[in-house]
């Protein structure tokens, strides 16, 4: 096993480290800069926060029950988050009014899990130009839809694997994708659990979104649908903003 820990003032870096017994943690709860890059990792626990300056997490493989890694309020550290392939269930806290955390900026992020969002103040740019990929379930929590404040960008959101998916709003900020894609396997649909807003586009390929009068698809002024048919469509409420067709 693994276990690394810093809560001092410097720069920590941790590349090209693997490990093939799961177990361990990374805690770090402090320094200026940190860095992982081309690690693979099993561990327990991953948690980064409380760096002052940066957080730089990318082409790495980390496993591990569970992931976090949460800006400072009283720093403008930023995060950079991409290629990577989580498996584990993830959660991002953005607590930086200054600094946004930024995923996919290089590279798209694998989520193997679940992937929670926390918005407490600034910034957070998901699917930051490349796409993300999450096979569990998604849930936000954001209480403002102030754009300067937003969550996505302009990368697409494919919702992949055969397990079922759910999306959950826990804030009051209306829930916006730039883009999705379908791409279950087998019979794995997508459930909203909360109206998700589409800005671009809606990808169907495989599995179905499962919607309702409460909880529609909505389908915003300029966006469209594509490649939807039998295996691959929504199964209840969708809502049209504009006069284009889609």
């Not at 096979?135 to 839809?145: A, H």
């Not at 079922?164 to 894609?181: D, M, R």
């Not at 809606?202 to 039998?230: E, R």
């Amino acid at each position: 096993t693994v276990n690394i820990s810093e809560n001092g003032s410097g720069i920590l870096t941790v590349s090209y480290l693997k490990n093939l017994t799961t177990g361990g943690t990374v805690n770090v709860t402090g320094g200026s800069s940190v860095y992982f890059y081309n690690d693979t990792l099993l561990l327990s626990t991953f948690n980064i926060s409380a760096y002052s300056q940066s957080a730089t997490v990318y082409n790495s493989s980390i496993t591990a029950g569970s992931i976090h890694i949460a800006s400072d309020a009283a720093t403008s550290a930023s995060t950079n988050l991409y290629g990577n392939v989580f498996t584990g269930n993830v959660t991002y806290t953005g607590n930086s009014i200054t600094a946004p955390i930024i995923e996919g900026q290089y590279g798209g992020n694998s989520y193997h899990g679940n992937l929670t969002l926390i918005r407490n103040t600034g910034a957070m740019y998901l699917t930051y130009g490349y796409p993300l990929i999450l096979t569990g379930n998604l849930t936000v929590d954001s209480d403002t839809d102030d754009p300067s404040y937003k969550i996505f960008s302009s990368g697409a959101f494919i919702f992949s694997g055969n397990q079922n998916s759910n999306v959950y709003n826990l804030g009051t900020a209306p829930l916006e994708l730039f883009a999705i894609q379908v791409s279950k396997s087998g019979t794995a649909n997508v459930t909203l659990n909360a109206p998700l807003h589409i800005q671009y586009n809606a990808d169907f390929l495989n599995g179905h979104i499962v919607s309702s009068v409460a909880n529609p698809l909505s389908v915003l002024h300029g966006a469209s649908t594509t490649g939807a048919g039998n295996n691959s469509h929504v199964v209840g409420v969708v809502s049209k903003t504009g006069i284009e067709p889609f």
